[in-house]
C-alpha cells in the first residue's frame, strides 16, 4: 500500500471507530506519525461538536 492508501485507510478506520464510541486512545498509530493524524482527523469527523450537542437539547 502506498502512503496515499494508508492515510485513506487511518481516515476510514478513525471515522469507523468514532462511530462505535471507541474512545480516541484505542488509535493504533504512535504519536509522531503522520496515520496518527490522518486517524484522529476521520474520528473527530464521527463525532459530534459540542455545539450540535447543545442545539440538539435545545429544540
Known amino acids: 500500500m ?7 485507510k ?12 471507541d474512545p480516541p486512545t484505542v488509535c493504533p498509530h504512535p504519536g509522531s506519525s503522520t496515520l496518527r493524524t490522518a486517524w484522529i482527523r476521520g474520528y473527530a469527523r464521527a463525532r459530534p ?6 442545539q440538539d437539547v435545545a429544540d
Do not use: S, Y
Not at 502506498?2 to 485513506?8: C, H, K, L, S, T
Open 49 to 54: 461538536v459540542a455545539d450540535d450537542v447543545d
Open 2 to 8: 502506498g502512503a496515499r492508501e494508508d492515510i485513506v
Open 10 to 21: 487511518a481516515t476510514a478506520d478513525g471515522r469507523e471507530a468514532g462511530e462505535r464510541g
